[in-house]
């Protein structure tokens, strides 16, 4: 069995939703890290440290990030896929049933 096509919009969703969550718990992690004040980034951060409203607002926005830089990667992804599996044939997947 070989996988010859990979829908573009399909495998951005997938990648897109994977990354969100991903990004989600890093921001999760981020923002608590953020209300005890145990930054390790370099620079300075702007806020008060609000704690549950860090954390929230983190939470979102590496959630939205993580969508659209995975909607990204996905589709060129997928894309460059299409394009060089006419030169080197689909990937082999053995499936058990």
Request: aromatic residues 12%.
């Amino acid at each position: 069995m070989k996988i010859e096509h990979i829908g573009v919009s399909s495998a951005a969703f997938v990648v897109g939703g994977v990354l969100a969550v991903l990004w989600a718990i890093l921001g999760i992690i981020k923002g608590v890290l953020l209300m005890f004040n145990l930054q390790f980034d370099i620079g300075f951060t702007l806020g008060f440290g609000l704690g549950v409203v860090d954390i929230l607002a983190y939470f979102i926005v590496y959630a939205l990030a993580g969508f659209i830089v995975g909607m990204i990667v996905g589709a060129i992804s997928a894309i460059a896929y299409n394009k060089t599996v006419k030169l080197f044939g689909g990937l082999d997947i053995s499936l058990k049933e």
